[in-house]
Each structure stands twice: as C-alpha cells, then as structure tokens.
C-alpha cells in the first residue's frame, strides 16, 4: 500500500511535450508508471512516447477520453496558474506541480480555488510523489529507493533523494516518498500528509526533512504529538542559514523570530521525534 | 527583492499616497541644493536596505544646507552593517503628531494577503507582535474580492484613528493593495504612517520587497534592483542563473538544490567547520555553470577549500565533471584544495572524468565535509 | 412557529441612520421586532430611536457586542456589496437586503462569496421578511397581515402586500412572509424557501407570487411536483407583459423563450399547484 | 440599456477587436462620401434597437458609392418595427469564409457570467439554442478569477475552430471579457464573428447590453443612449423615475410597484380590457412625480381611461392624493375619465382629499378594473 499514488494510478501530464515534460516523461514510463495521456495547447491529435500516448488540447477532453485520475504538471511558470486551474476545473483528484519559480499571487488564487474543490494540489516547486516499485509521478530518480515501510515527506529535492539513497543503501525501503514543494504557499502542508500516512496500513513510520522558513514544521509538530500514533523521524536544514536572505526555495528564508531551524528541531523534540544530525544520520534511527 | 525607501516612496507617489517632498542625492553638494530648495529644516537618510538604519545614525536632522551637506559628507563615508552607504534621500521635515503603522503582506501560514495597522507605529512590527499583539489589528484579505471598505473600517477603528482621517486612511490602504496586488508585492509597509500637523497623514517611511518568482510580468521593478547594496558575487551569481549568499566561513561549499545546499553547510558546521557560503546551482545545471560557479568560490580570499556536493537527478554528474575540469583548467595552479562527491545520475561516468584528473573524491556527505575541513588547515579540534 | 425569523430575533440594521433605514427601523421597534444595534460608518457611538439603540461603525463590533443574528441592508446600491460582504464575514446567519438597484456583477460576486458561507442571504430588492405578530424585519407594513397558517413566499413588494390584505379580509393569516427580492440575481430563490416551509410545522400551505422573467418558477413547480408535501397556491403577474421590456423589476423581463407568465402558470398547473387568475382570488383557494 | 452596433463597435475597437473599417452616417450624401473613402463594396447597415433587421431590408450591401447613396436615401425613410431609421452604418464588404457566433452574458439560473461559442454563427442563437443545444458551447466563468486560457482553448476546441485562428480567437475573448467587467455588460455578443479571407477573425455585427443598474458608474455609457429610438414618453418617464413601458391598449394604468403594475394590467386583460401601458411609480413616491405620471398618460391620445391602483407602505396616500389633485387641476377639462383606488398607508386620508374632487373611488382590484373597462367606452363582450 501507500498513499497518493500506486499502479493503478492513470497518470495525465500537463505540458507532455514540453523539453522536460517529455524527458520525465520518458522516466516515468520506463519506470512503469501509468501514464494515459498528454496535454499540450495546440497539439492536441499528436501522440507522443514511441508513439503510445495520445497528446490533448486541453485537460477536460484528455480526462473524460482517458479517465486519468492524477496529474503532473511541467508548464513554465507563467502558464502554471491556468494549468493547475484547468486540472481543478476538470475535477482531477491529484495534480501534482513540478513548476517552480511561480508567483505567490497565483498561487494565492490558486489555495482560494482549491478551498472549494476535492483537488488536493502537490507543490509547486515539488520533485512529485514517488511510491517505488509501483509509480512514480514526478522526477525523483526511480532506482535510488525501493519499496519500504516508511513515509517521507519532505520540502526539498535533492536532499530528499540524499536520505532516500542514504536508506537504500541500508536495505530500508519506502512505502510512498511526497515533496511537498520548497515554495512560501504550497498546495498540501506536512500535516495533511502525515494524516494520510497515519491512516495507511502500510506505513509504520514516517520520515519528514524540513527546512528553515515559515513555520509548516512547528505545527506539523504540534500535530505529531497530539493526533499521529506512528513514529516520526525528522531533519531539519539550515541551522547555518543567516537571517533575512533567500537560501533557492522561496520559502527558506527567516522570516522574523519564527522559521529557523534550531526552533524547528526543539519543538520537533518536545513532541517526542527523533531528529537527525545530518541526512546520512535517518537509517540509524529508523 | 528590497527595493530602496526613496524608490518605494516613487511607487507610492504614484499611488497618490502622500509623502514629504524630497530627492534622492548621490552626493553632499546635491543634498545642500536641495536643502536649499526645500527651505526649511530637513531629514538626511541613508539609502541602505539593512535594518537599524535610524540606530546606527543613517537618519539624521539639518537645520540648515550647511548641516544637510556636513551630515551628508560625513554619512557617505559611514557603513551600516557592512553596507557603505551611496545615496541619501534629503526630505523636508514634518511636524509629527502621531505616529501610526500599516502594510499589507503575504501571511504564509493562511495563505492569504492580510493587511496590518497598529497606533504604535516608528516601532519594530516584529518586537511589537511579540511583546503586544494586542496592539496589533490583522485583518485577511480575500486575494479573489480584494480589500474591501469595511475591512479598512474595521482597521481604523481597532488603531483608534480619529475621524477625520478616515477618508485619507481608506485611500491610503487601499493604494497599498492596488501596489501589493499589481506590482506583485510580498511585503509593502508604511512605518511610521504619521499624522502630521499641518498635512494629516503621510508615509514617513516606506519599504517594499518584490517577489522574485513574479519579476518576469515587472520588467520595470526588475531595474530596480539596487545592485550597488549587494555582494558583488551575488550579483555575478545571479546572472548565470546560481544562488550565492556570501557568509563568513572558509570552506566555499557547490552544491545542486537548496535545500541538500543547506544540509551540506549544516554538516560542515556540525563537524567543526565553517561554510563560506550558499551554492546552489539549481536542477539540470551543464558544464559552463558549474565553472561558473566554482570560478566565484576561487575569487572568494577567504575560501580555504571547496566541497563539492552533487546528487544527480535532473543533473547529470558528467556534466558537473566537465564543468569542474573547465574551471580548474583555468587556474594555472590549484590555490584551494577540493572535495568532490558525485552520486546518482551518470555519477560513474563523472568520477572517471574526476580521476583523470586526480581529484579528490569522496563517497558520503560525512567523509566530504571531514575531509574538506581537514583541507583547509583550520578545524577547531 | 415560523420560518427566518421571530420574537427572538436579535435584529440588526445597516444604514440605520440614513433617511430610509431611520424611517423604517422606527416602524419595525413599532411593530414590536427587537432591534438589538445599528451600523453605520462614521457614526458609531451614536444612539437612535429614543436613544435606545446603539449605532456602530462596523458590522463585527455591533455583532460582538450585541449578539445580533440577523440584520437588514438599507444601503444605497453603490455601497450594498460591501455591506452584504461585511455581514457575510461577520458570519450573520440571516441578511436581508432591501436595497434595490444593485449592479448585477456585484450581485454575481456576493453569490460567489454566499457559496463559502453559512450566511443566507434574503433580497436584495426585497420587502423582506414578516412573521405576523413576533417580528418584521423589512419594509412590509405590519398592519396588513395577522398571524396564521400560510407562508408566504414573492418576488414583489405592492404586489405582496395586495395578497397579505386580501387574506386579512377574510380572516386569513401567514406564518411567514418572504420577499426573495424582484433583481435577476438574488441571494435566495423559491425552492430555499419552498423547503423551510415544508419543514415549518406551524405552516400548512403556501402561497408563491411569482412574475414573468427567469427560471425561478419553473423550478420551482419542478421542486414542489417531487419534494412538497404542503398544498401551494401561485399566482403569477406579467401574462400582458410585452417580451424583451424591463417591467420594472430588473428581473421582470422574458428573455428569449424561457420566462413568460403563460408557460411558468401551465408548469405550475401541471404541479397540482393552484394558479389563481388575480391577486384577489387567492384567498378563495386556500 | 442597449446600446447601437456602431458603439458597440466603437467599444471593441478601443479593446482591439477586429472590425471592418467604416462609419456612421446621418444622411445619405456623407454615406456616398464614406463608400467613396472605404473604395471597395460596401454594406450599409440600419443601426436600430430592433431584431430582424436584416430580413426587413435593414442591411444591403452597394456595389459603388452611387448605390451606397441610393440604398441609403431608401433606408433613411424606411421603419423597422416601427421604429424610423435615422442612423445608417456604412462598411467595407468583408469575404467571409465562415461565421461563428461569439458572447459572453449573465446567466441568471447559475449565478455567474457565461461565454457562448458556436461554429454556427450569423443566426438567432436561441433559434439554434432550442434546435441544436450540441452545436452551442457554453463555460460559465467564475466572477472571481475572470475568463482563463484553459477556457478559451476549451471553446476553440468545442467549435472546431482552425489552430492558426487560436491566438486572436484567445484576444477577442479576452476583450469580450474586459468589456463585460469593466462596463458592467449584462451581454456583449458578437454575431457573426467571421473568419474572413484576408484578415482572420473580425467581428462583423456587435451587440451590447449594459446593466441599468450599474450605468451610475459609467457616466460615459450612459450618454450612449439613443434617445431617438425610445419612446418618448418612455424617454420623459425616465426624467422623473418612472418605470414606463407603451403598449396598444386603451386604459392607462398608474400602479406603485411592478409586480403590482403587472397585476393590474392583467387583470384588466382578465376583464376584456387592454392595458394602454406598465407604469410604476415606485415606492416612496411624492405628490409631483404622481402629476408628472398622470400627465404621460394624459397625453396618449390611445388612452381612454385611467386606472390609478394605489397600494401604500412606504408611499403614502394622501401625497397620491394631492399628486392627482394638481394634474386634474391643470387640465382645463378632465378629458378621460380616472377610476381610483388607494389602499394601506394613509388611504382614508387620500380617499377624503379625492372624494371632495369628486374622484370615482373603487375598493378592490377586480372593482377597479370592471369600472374602469366600463368607462373606457371599448369593452368587448
């Protein structure tokens, strides 16, 4: 088992023909992944992938042709607003938004949208949702993790794929690995996806890594000690990060007194999580 | 991105909300002339985008041009935190009867713009939301219906303002919002909003920061970034697309995503180091950015070695050899010893790039950052 | 018993001191309705109707304050949207606008805004609400109507009051009386009410006035046909009406087809409802 | 309030919508002068508020400016519907390839704007609304986020229209979109929108409704109105805030309310007489706007009796009273003869000042209208 994704997810991507729409595409075909169809403005009536996968112009006619039931979107940030709407709008169950650099405005509109919607919205700024062995959604690398027990969710990229590789090479598998995204305003937070890892038989614990900004880890926190009854284990980065400047992710910044990372970990503690000095440091805590 | 006080001031005479008259002045000669047009007494600030500028003596009172000139003279040669100052905004002084806060930001938590007033206003917004939120009035703003009338209301009665400000207060909120929302604001903030005795209210101050994911749709707020105010290798790191803070450390760290960058300054940290800096030279990086942005670590005097971390996914480790190759080729003699970790896509094919070159490399995040503070001859034992 | 509201309606105005919203709140405390507060911007701390009621600045320090749960709009149009939204935010479970002349894209906005929201609103461009001998909330003369068994639902104001005294001719009094407003847009239509009448125990039949223009009715006759137990009687104004002119009432109008008095009588007829042929008739078909 | 094709097009113009060049004239020498700028065949159009207009003869296309010239001094003296023709629209012939049919209007049943799109354009849309609903596209927007791109494909899409058409078919709705918000539009349609030979899309009819009720903040819009093609009476009514709408009938009706105007014009209808017109007064009504109500009907020589129905609440009687007072007062002689009846507010009062006039007085609706038919002379039996 696993959460968000697994084989029978029928997988739509958003800008398919696209330089990386096309390329991670490729990735998650090869990977197994279920992928129905395409979208691309304009190319609707192509087909794409060793000529398998139909393209569609826009995502109502791709959803009602094919019954894709979660979407990935690779669009340049200017279009990501109209794409992640247009998957709303088509009542797609999951999207999943690989995009970065999208405005806080849009995605502002974009959380008022989805308030009134059964969507739920991964990322932006995400490396997607990865339940290994079975689909991959996004571009995390397939072969550096293999099927587990444990949950991860995570803020980052590469440094998620540092503790899923860290893993693998210990023999410790995953049962689905989410990024939520790196950005100020995401569309799913920490809690939502330990609530769901909580109900998942398949998931005994969960790994989270988190980072300085906003405060996502302090009430993830408060949430692990008063409703989660699996272990957690936690890293933090960015106890070196001085204040008030940028670190890439639009949401790693120290905003004011809250967001840094020494306060994330002591309340990560209080609630009586595990946290890891460094990445390689998880397995032996798990 | 942080815009300077007298450009957020030329943003928010656009918006009609009102200010002291005054300009901007690159040196002394050009404050006393304006001084003298002003004709009375007049304010100097220094034009740095770091906080405690009052403190540290960047706002200053002349009495007269000969003042304005000696306090300018003297302020151009000042530095706040680091930063020499190079402008100073020369404005007319205004009696102040009150002063006020208000501003209009991105509350993350809620996900919402929410726009905040306070009657306690000159003051830090952050220690007073500590010390006394109730002193604090935060009403959310509907991005979707946008600021409406009786939020404005509401804030003005909460911040006890008196009636006969309201009608300007409304105007005056409601150009914040037009400016939050059509110039992609993160942050616009009016501390002190004053009352003042002869013009009723005023933005005494005024601070904006741009977000920079939007900047691509404000081709016009992109030019006024006050490229003067930061790291010269920031600056040169922006143009190749890489994200660069400078810190005060020795070991210049080059790293593939934010967040592993992080990490990678953390461990150094944690095993006695110290960081030189933030890299991340971001997804599906090629050969001439990572030369780059090694070309920026080398140029740094303080830098005693580089770690190099790569985890390749989008990126290819090939590529990021090439690109070390390049750089060092370069160099006519290595001046910093290196430590370079290569994991994930094409990472063997990387390292028999390295080899040929006899770099050193490592296999884990640990044994690189040992090894690289062991390099540079300072760990603290 | 009764529907929206009675004698313990916590009663608050917008625009109370304003020439209309003075006028009538005299007639409503008149009447008996408890008024608990007044709004006003600018004018709080005033007191009106025999220094008894204290006015506000705003709707949420009135409701703070005063407890109040239902509050009717006299606003001129131009600031109508932002007193409706102000009382939707202050979370008011009832809001009734009488104020007439609302642009329609406002109108389109608060109903947007309602969809997010346990507020009902009632209007606007209505005479409101009356519940004979416990409260009057609107404009509705009080002394036209006595207390009994029948809800009353209407697009109309005059119109209304030409049934409500018809009925008290003959000793036949009303639950509840309703005007859901004569606008194209407006916060409730028949069918809300149709099933709070339904609901009402003390309320054994109905009487619907409706008018050329819209759909309301033929959806409404559609509702009453599957859902209504009661006994409704309609009458319909506008069989004369010329197509394509505004009759007044911004939604009085047939737009294309759909909308003429004659086909909205002939659905209801086909409904089992009563279709009396002038307002004067109605009482001989209850 | 609807507004002419010609201003229409003057509106899509200022938003880049594609029109064919032309011009308004008032005379047929400017229409020669104006087929002799444009050069080519040329349409001449009758700008009226009024539908089937073409089938009427109302749009005729002119192979030179001496025929443009004729076919205009023909129109000039032609009515459609009953309305004379003051105003032609002469444009240059386009080449049309297809017709597709483009608006976007309020949906009253949903509550929200909705865009219409059909590849079957230049015909009645409700014709083929009733006859072929799977020809017609329809997406409401929602008023919060306004028209998206994703929406506008989703109607290219729908009506088959040809990739390389995308782009501007994107822009026109756009505008469409823009028109419809910022001048509060209950509909702006364009009907055909053709894809022309030469120039792509281009909108070569344009109809618009704005919202009566939003034209307080469009002073600009409000002008546009013609004057010309409205009743006059209507026109007058107007002045005083009187809801007036002529009809063919013979007993004027005065009533305060339109659901109760509407009844009582029914009712006479019930009773074998023809209401002469709808006129509501409104609530709250004074003495004067009473006369200058009764004065309209006075002066319609169809009128041949007066049915005044009074219900009071917020309108007193007694001002109903002295309002129908003054207007007798100022006719020499009372040509038609008035049958009254006040009820609610005040109405003893109103009754006593009416019975010293001698004023006929009815207690109920269905007594008012049988005295007034009866007195109308006309009754059918």
Redesign the interface.
Same mark, same amino acid.
């Given at each position: 088992m696993s959460i968000l994704v697994d084989k029978n997810t029928r997988l739509l991507v958003q800008g398919i023909t696209g330089k990386e729409g096309l390329f991670h595409s490729e990735l998650m075909r090869t990977y197994g992944t279920n992928i129905v169809a395409g979208v691309t403005p304009g190319k609707g009536g192509e087909w794409v992938l060793d000529e398998k996968i139909p393209v569609f112009d826009t995502v109502q006619t791709a959803v009602q042709t094919t019954e894709a039931d979660a979407s990935v979107i690779f669009v340049p940030a200017k279009f990501a607003f109209d794409s992640i709407y247009e998957a709303i709008d088509a009542h797609i169950p999951l999207i999943i938004c690989i995009t970065e650099g999208i405005p806080a405005m849009d995605m502002l509109k974009i959380k008022s949208l989805l308030k009134t919607s059964e969507s739920i919205l991964i990322g932006p700024n995400t490396p997607g949702v990865l339940t290994p062995g079975e689909c991959k959604a996004g571009i995390i690398p397939g072969n550096i993790s293999i099927p587990g027990s444990t949950g991860m969710i995570s803020r980052s990229g590469t440094l998620t794929y540092e503790v899923l590789y860290a893993m693998k090479a210990k023999k410790l598998g995953v049962s689905t690995c989410v990024g939520i995204g790196g950005d100020a305003i995401t569309g799913t937070s920490f809690i939502e996806m330990l609530s769901m890892f909580e109900q998942d038989p398949d998931t005994e614990e969960i790994v989270l890594i988190g980072e300085i900004g906003g405060n996502e880890e302090e009430l993830a926190a408060d949430y692990i000690m008063t409703e989660m009854t699996k272990p957690v284990i936690a890293y933090i980065a960015g106890i070196t990060a001085p204040k008030g400047k940028r670190m890439g992710h639009a949401g790693a910044i120290i905003e004011g007194r809250a967001g840094s990372a020494l306060q994330k970990i002591e309340l990560f503690r209080k609630a009586g999580v595990k946290v890891a000095e460094y990445p390689e440091d998880i397995p032996a805590l798990l | 991105m942080k815009i300077q006080e007298y450009q957020a001031k030329q943003i928010f005479q656009k918006y009609e909300i009102p200010i002291p008259r005054g300009q901007v002045a690159l040196n002394a000669s050009f404050v006393r002339q304006i001084a003298e047009d002003l004709g009375d007494k007049v304010v100097v600030k220094a034009q740095v985008l770091v906080g405690g500028r009052g403190k540290a003596g960047g706002i200053r009172l002349a009495d007269d041009p000969d003042e304005a000139e000696d306090i300018a003279t003297e302020m151009m040669g000042m530095e706040i935190n680091g930063f020499p100052i190079h402008k100073v905004l020369v404005e007319e002084a205004v009696d102040i009867k009150k002063e006020l806060y208000l501003s209009i930001g %991105?509350d =993350? *938590?809620n996900?919402?713009?929410v726009i905040i007033a306070s009657e306690y206003g000159g003051i830090d917004i952050?220690d007073a939301?500590?010390e006394a939120p109730e002193k604090i009035a935060r009403i959310p703003i !509907?991005? *979707?219906?946008g600021l409406?009338?009786?939020?404005i =209301?509401?804030l003005?009665?909460s911040i006890d303002l008196p =009636?006969k400000h309201?009608k300007k207060f409304a105007q005056i909120a409601n150009a914040l919002w037009q400016i939050y929302?059509n110039d992609?604001a993160?942050l616009v903030e009016i501390n002190p909003l004053v009352i003042s005795e002869q013009n009723g209210l005023m933005a005494l101050d005024g601070k904006m920061t741009i !977000?920079? $994911?939007?900047l691509? =749709?404000h081709p016009e707020l992109a030019d006024l970034r006050d490229l003067d105010m930061e790291n010269p290798s920031e600056v040169e790191a922006q143009k190749y697309g890489i %994200?660069y @803070?400078h810190?005060t450390g020795n070991i210049g760290c080059l @790293? $593939?995503?934010?967040?592993?960058? *992080?990490?990678t *300054?953390? /461990?150094?940290?944690?095993k006695g180091g110290e960081?030189a800096n933030?890299l !991340?030279i971001?997804?599906g990086a090629g050969a001439e950015k990572v030369s780059s942005a090694l070309r920026i670590l080398f140029s740094d005097p303080q830098v005693k070695a580089v770690l190099i971390n790569i985890?390749?996914? /989008?990126?290819r480790c090939d590529e990021i050899a090439h690109g070390i190759t390049a750089a060092i080729a370069e160099q006519k003699k290595l001046k910093v010893p290196l430590v370079i970790r290569l994991?994930?896509?094409n990472a063997e094919e990387g390292t028999k790039i390295l080899e040929k070159q006899k770099l050193p490399i490592a296999h884990?995040?640990?044994e690189a950052a040992e090894k690289a503070i062991s390099l540079s001859g300072v760990k603290k034992k």
């Open positions: - | %991105t =993350r *938590m996900a919402t713009p952050e939301a500590e !509907d991005p *979707m219906v409406c009338d009786f939020q =209301r509401g003005a009665v =009636r309201w929302q992609d993160s !977000d920079d $994911n939007a691509f =749709r %994200t @803070v810190m @790293v $593939n995503g934010a967040g592993l960058a *992080m990490a *300054m953390d /461990i150094l940290k944690l960081p933030f !991340d971001g997804g985890f390749g996914g /989008i990126t994991v994930g896509t884990s995040l640990v």
